[in-house]
């Protein structure tokens, strides 16, 4: 039997691309599939809020906010080396929208710019995140160019949510417990080939932690309730006019899918609205967690599987009843 394997190879000037940071690269990463991308690998679920955001005499490159909490996202690129003059840039940025999220894309890092986002991340209080982020073109012989972000400075989620202990220990250790939870599951989808797509838990919301499923309309959600000891596994539409026609047209479809251990909730006083499965767990029976997340990956499967295609139905109808 002949196996024949291609050759992977790094392809280093991304201007074989992105031409123009702005026009090129800029306008190519805030299309909603290519963030998606960036939000898998960080583990932060973006929407884009502007291009060429204005702060002062200055413009971001982009401008955009986490999904589930509205916190601001600030990014900048560019296809060159790290210097100081961007370095000074992304802080003054952060400032000026009071950031919680500082994404710095390059095309290669200095070492004492890495230094510098990591002495940041090491110093700052757990509100405010720094990424360092290498761009890379890979090429599979003379196949198309993939895109890959490789992260080169992070969050360091157990320092801060460690050191946030001095002001709520309680709170902190249950923090904690959850990123250790989420973390362990994102190694358990690894090993058993899950089709969801697991980015990083954030010690900002340790308890929510997202799943992206590829469109923009929703996205699956896990809530680790330790003080009720309730586990859940929620489908978030960002709006009403989907949710009301698949609770009106699909209910009982959906409730077929979970044995009818599912809820709709409306959330009147919110734009968005939540379909939910829940059961009881104990975050401290670690000797339970596999069962745990069994449970999750069996339902937020069927969420990111089959929710989608009633969403499509809905669209359906929408045009149909027009």
Known sequence: MTINLGKLKKIDNLRTIWENEQTDFSKW???????????????INLS??????????????????????????????????????HLGKIITYASGYEAEYIIWIVKDFREEHKQALDWLNE????KINFFGIKMELWQIDSSKYAPKFNIVSQPNQ???ALRGSK??????????????FIEEFRSYCTENDSSLQVGKAQNSTPSYYTIGIGMSEGWVAVKLNTGKNILKVDFYFVDKEYYSIIKQEFKSKIESFFNNKVVFDDMEKYKGAVISTSTRFKIDNQAQWKSYFEWIRT???IMQKQIPNLIKNAKEFLTTTA
């Open 29 to 43: 990463l805030s299309k909603e599939e290519n963030l998606e991308l960036l939000s898998e690998e960080i583990g």
């Open 48 to 85: 884009l809020q502007e291009t060429e955001a204005r702060t002062g005499s200055f413009y971001i490159d982009i401008l955009a906010n986490e999904v589930e909490t509205g916190k601001k996202v600030v990014i900048e690129n560019q296809l060159e080396k790290t210097n100081h003059d």
């Open 167 to 180: 002001k709520s220990s309680t709170l902190s250790e249950v923090g904690v417990k959850q990123i250790n």
């Open 158 to 160: 157990w320092s801060k």
């Open 123 to 126: 110093n700052t209080n757990e």
């Open 299 to 301: 339902n937020a499967e």
